[in-house]
Structures are given as structure tokens and as C-alpha cells.
């Protein structure tokens, strides 16, 4: 009875710091618990695993999930974290039996299906995502991430009508979401609705400032109806992010289109600063043959080589 106590004393305190995100002071807590119930108590295994995974202790997280598994081989929770640890590590093919494991035993184990679904995404099994995808809209049809990534899938295979449904059904669920404005602009221009694809984008531009794919994809749009407006969209778009390197690349381009041959040397100088690759594009790139003949592009070329 006095242990009952005492465990029921150090579960409140130990769920208390984790909603603090005080995962060190919970897994004390926890680790008690684990003393007093003499490693039998599986929710406890299982949030011991969860806090060591949250706080990087990935092999340690590994060992409470198989742990929590030896006791009951039907955890679907331990099967699920064991997953997203595979995931994680890129070893999809492990990470893919450890979430239908926990599918098979919850069929109606949400994370388990998306994380399944994009697992089976970046793994290149496109057929098998959207069959995963579309499951999980069987079960919640207002579920956003799931609307937008199988829209993105059937958009990288040229699905454009399907794309754009789900693409608009993500975009009544969340509105605001800056992905689902700048897919919604993909779409349209693959449409030929152009104004329609500016207007997403520039929504997407004001919603998350900091995504350099909608500056692009903006500024591109530009580049051979008004070229220093698609200038102006590139330059805002490298002062708003972090990721710049293609937008110099591209800048670099448009100078070059209006025959801004040293702007456009600089530009693809930093570019090539910033990520060396680069290079055999930029030799082989037509837009930028005026570019490669100046000195200044030719000794930067050849300190990089």
C-alpha cells in the first residue's frame, strides 16, 4: 500500500516536469517508478524511452521499447517508437515493419499511418504512400498534412487534377499554411492560371516570410514578362532566408537576361561560395555564357577547380 502511494506520488510529479518540459527532473521521477514496480510497469518503460528519445539517448530509448516489449509483445506504442528511431536513422526498410506492426495490432493508429505513408514516400514507393495516405483520409478526411503530402505526390506525378483537390481541401482546413498556399500556386501555373499562381505565392511570401521556394517560384514567373520586378523578388528572398544559394544562382541568371554581366559574375560567385557544386552547372548553363567570359569569373572559376 505505502509503495502505491509513493508511485502514485512520483507518476503525478514525474507527468507534472514532462508537461514543463522538464524532461531531466521527469525522468528521475520515472526512473523511481521504474524502481518501485521493479521494471514491470510498460507505461513507464514507455515514457522512460520517450524522454530519452526526446533528450538525443536514442540507443537508450531503443532499449526501454524492446524492454516494454518483452513484457508485451503486443505494445503498439513500443512498435511505434521503435519505428520513428529507424525513421530517424533513414533505415526505412525497418522503420516500414515496425509501424505495420503497430498498425496491425491498432488499425486505427493515426501516427503510425502518416509516418508509414511518408516513410514509404522517401523510400521511393510512391503507390504504396498513396494507398497509406489515402487510408488515413478513411479515417480522418480533415487531416491536414496527409490532404497536402498526398497532393504533393500526385502533383510529382503530374496527377494535377487530384493534386489540386486535395490542395484545396488542405487549404479550407488550415487556410494560413504558407506549404499549402505555395503548392496551390504550383498547381495553378501548371494550369496556366498565372495570376492566380502570383497571388498564392505572394500569399505564401506573406505568411511565412522565410521560405525561399515561394521567392523563386515568384520571381520565375517574372523573369521573362518583367525581369527586374522578378530581380526585386529574389533580392527579397536572400535578405528573408537562410537557404540563398540557389536564389543568387538564379539572380545571377536574370541580371545576365538584361545584360548585368557584373552583377551578374558576383552573384554567381557567392553563389558558388556558398555551395561549390554548383560549378558544372554553372559551365554548361546558356543564360550564363556572357558571364564566363569575364575575367573576374574565370579566376574565381579556376581558384575553385
Known sequence: MKDNIQIDKYLKKAEEAFLD????????????????????????????????????????????????????DYEE???????????????????????????????????AYFFL??????????????????????????????????????????????????????????????????????????????????????????KNKSYEYSYLNLAVIYKHRDTEKGIQILSSGIENCEKTHFLYYNRSCFYALINENNKSCEDIITALKLYPEFLKYVLEDEELESVRELNSFKSFAAKLN
Open 117 to 206: 505513408a511518408n516513410a514509404y514516400d522517401l523510400s521511393g514507393q510512391k503507390n504504396l504512400a498513396i494507398e497509406t495516405y489515402e487510408k488515413l483520409l478513411s479515417l480522418d478526411d480533415m487531416d491536414f498534412w496527409s490532404n497536402l503530402n498526398l497532393g504533393c505526390i500526385y502533383e510529382e506525378q503530374n496527377k494535377n487534377d487530384l493534386a489540386y483537390r486535395l490542395f484545396s481541401k488542405a487549404l479550407k482546413i488550415n487556410p494560413n499554411n504558407h506549404l499549402a498556399l505555395f503548392n496551390m500556386g504550383v498547381i495553378c501555373c501548371k494550369f496556366n492560371m498565372i495570376e492566380k499562381a502570383i497571388n498564392f505565392y505572394e500569399k505564401s511570401i506573406e
Open 77 to 111: 506504442r513500443a512498435y511505434y517508437g521503435l519505428a520513428t528511431i529507424y525513421d530517424e536513422k533513414e533505415d526505412y526498410e525497418e522503420a516500414i515493419k515496425l509501424y505495420n506492426k503497430a498498425i496491425y495490432i491498432n488499425p486505427n493508429y493515426h501516427k
Open 21 to 72: 518540459n522538464k524532461l531531466v527532473k521527469s525522468l528521475d521521477y520515472y526512473n523511481k517508478v521504474y524502481e518501485l514496480t521493479n521494471g514491470e510497469d510498460v507505461d513507464t518503460i514507455i515514457n522512460l524511452a520517450l524522454i530519452y528519445d526526446s533528450l538525443g539517448k536514442v540507443e537508450k530509448a531503443e532499449e526501454y521499447y524492446k524492454e516494454a516489449l518483452s513484457i508485451d
